[in-house]
């Protein structure tokens, strides 16, 4: 893998820390964002070392979005023809596809937020299952400012974490969402009064869940999510199969020898991941 222009990534006992390092222009995402982000995601995913990934920011904003001269410079959005709109719709799937492996990720992914998160970050930590900020932060849907429609997961995934008429209003009219308004309609777990504050309470987090059975909670953000999307008779019985699959006498039993002596708990991690296009004959 090649060396990371955009992000700096570190493992500590088994959490991720991805840090987005580009504050001298808002750590604003462009093409090479979006490559070093999948092949990161891609590389956590397969190693199965970590049990959770943590993703920060540095300066005064966590980003400020899609650069602005991306679309006027490396891709082009060519709106001449059938054959170019129809272009822009792959391209999309690739981008929307990269922020949904934060979901489809084995495991849980934590975004703490500081400053302004705007744009494509809204996407992004739209896609993360816990949300911390700082009280500096303001969430915005810029493109409806810009003049286009937000499109790579912000309008399909915010309406399952907040009132809708919230969802509308951010995104008809460009608004910013302060930290306390978020923390109330549920889209931040906690607000902190500084960002060193949130990174120390979301690590503290992201260790709690490294403490426990990997497996165990792959399944639960399993089920989570397919109950999210999903009749309640449908995921019910989605989770007869999933725990049937994934039950562990064993990991039971030393929860509950570890609790009883008063000790960390040890679980094997998951299964490092080999795709079959990868094989050598």
Same mark, same amino acid.
């Given at each position: 893998?090649?060396?990371?222009?955009?992000?700096?990534? +570190?493992?500590?006992? &088994?959490?991720? &820390?991805?840090?987005?390092?580009?504050?001298?222009?808002?750590?604003?995402?462009?093409?090479?964002?979006?490559?070093? $982000?999948?092949?990161?995601?891609?590389?956590?995913?397969?190693?199965?070392?970590?049990?959770?990934?943590?993703? +920060?920011?540095?300066?005064? #904003?966590?980003?400020?979005?899609?650069?602005?001269?991306?679309?006027?410079?490396?891709?082009?959005?060519?709106?001449?023809?059938?054959?170019?709109?129809?272009?822009?719709?792959?391209?999309?799937?690739?981008?929307?596809?990269?922020?949904?492996?934060?979901? +489809?990720?084995?495991?849980? %992914?934590?975004?703490?937020?500081?400053?302004?998160?705007?744009?494509?970050? %809204?996407?992004?930590?739209?896609?993360?299952?816990?949300?911390?900020?700082?009280?500096?932060?303001?969430?915005?849907?810029?493109?409806?400012?810009?003049?286009?429609?937000?499109?790579?997961?912000?309008?399909?995934?915010?309406?399952? $974490?907040?009132?809708?008429?919230?969802?509308?209003?951010?995104?008809?009219?460009?608004?910013?969402?302060?930290?306390?308004?978020?923390?109330?309609?549920?889209?931040?777990?906690?607000?902190?009064?500084?960002?060193?504050?949130? $990174?120390?309470?979301?690590?503290?987090?992201?260790?709690?869940?490294?403490?426990?059975?990997?497996?165990?909670?792959?399944?639960?953000?399993?089920?989570? #999510?397919?109950?999210?999307? #999903?009749?309640?008779?449908?995921?019910?019985?989605?989770?007869?199969?999933?725990?049937?699959?994934?039950? +562990?006498?064993? &990991?039971?039993?030393?929860?509950?020898?570890?609790?009883?002596?008063?000790?960390?708990?040890?679980?094997?991690?998951?299964?490092?991941?080999?795709?079959?296009?990868?094989?050598?004959?």
């Amino acid at each position: 893998m090649n060396p990371l222009t955009c992000f700096s990534l +570190s493992t500590s006992g &088994h959490v991720a &820390h991805l840090v987005l390092n580009r504050p001298e222009v808002m750590n604003t995402m462009h093409p090479t964002f979006w490559r070093e $982000l999948d092949e990161v995601l891609t590389r956590i995913n397969n190693a199965g070392e970590a049990r959770v990934l943590l993703i +920060s920011s540095t300066g005064k #904003h966590f980003s400020a979005g899609m650069a602005l001269d991306t679309f006027g410079g490396a891709i082009s959005m060519n709106d001449q023809s059938p054959e170019g709109r129809a272009a822009m719709a792959d391209l999309l799937a690739g981008m929307q596809a990269t922020f949904t492996r934060l979901e +489809s990720l084995r495991i849980p %992914v934590i975004a703490a937020i500081q400053g302004g998160c705007i744009g494509g970050a %809204v996407d992004m930590v739209t896609a993360c299952c816990i949300r911390y900020a700082t009280a500096e932060t303001f969430f915005c849907i810029q493109e409806i400012n810009i003049g286009m429609v937000a499109d790579v997961g912000t309008l399909q995934r915010l309406p399952k $974490l907040v009132p809708l008429a919230v969802v509308k209003e951010l995104a008809y009219t460009g608004r910013r969402l302060p930290a306390q308004k978020a923390l109330a309609y549920g889209l931040v777990n906690e607000v902190f009064d500084s960002a060193e504050a949130m $990174l120390a309470g979301a690590l503290q987090c992201a260790q709690e869940i490294a403490s426990k059975p990997p497996v165990a909670i792959w399944g639960t953000k399993q089920a989570i #999510h397919y109950a999210r999307d #999903h009749a309640v008779d449908d995921a019910l019985k989605q989770m007869g199969w999933l725990q049937g699959a994934i039950w +562990s006498n064993q &990991h039971v039993r030393e929860s509950v020898t570890a609790m009883k002596e008063k000790r960390a708990a040890e679980f094997p991690a998951l299964s490092p991941l080999t795709h079959f296009n990868e094989i050598g004959l």
